[in-house]
């Protein structure tokens, strides 16, 4: 596990904090990446996530409700196989939901505790 943690890819959504929270709180050998569609650059609409959400409600409630998802119980399940040679895996994609400081936090503890 912390061969993946070590080698992580945080995305963002573009917004007018963005660029201070990640100068503030990520280090400089992250990879970051801003989230952006193809067709309509950098805006990212409420629309579009209301309808994602209205046809994905069953995920929402799972990631929503309390003890319903948890990366922790994830990556150590998923980590001997993602960590192994043959899985090719580079390193982990993180979606911030913009929640920069409170992830690379997370990381850090996850990384400590992977240490000990």
Do not use: C
């Not at 990879?31 to 990212?44: D, H, Q």
């Not at 996530?49 to 799972?62: G, I, N, Y």
């Amino acid at each position: 596990m912390k061969q993946l943690l070590s080698r992580v890819r945080y995305e963002v959504l573009p917004a007018k904090s963005t660029e201070d929270k990640v100068l503030a709180h990520v280090p400089r050998d992250v990879v970051i990446t801003v989230t952006a569609s193809p067709v309509k650059g950098p805006k990212i609409g409420v629309g579009e996530s209301t309808r994602f959400l209205a046809k994905h409600a069953s995920w929402f409630v799972r990631l929503a409700t309390p003890g319903g998802y948890s990366p922790e119980r994830l990556l150590t399940r998923t980590a001997p196989a993602l960590a192994a040679p043959s899985a090719a895996v580079a390193g982990l994609h993180v979606f911030t939901f913009n929640q920069i400081a409170e992830t690379e936090r997370w990381r850090r503890d996850m990384l400590a505790r992977a240490g000990s």
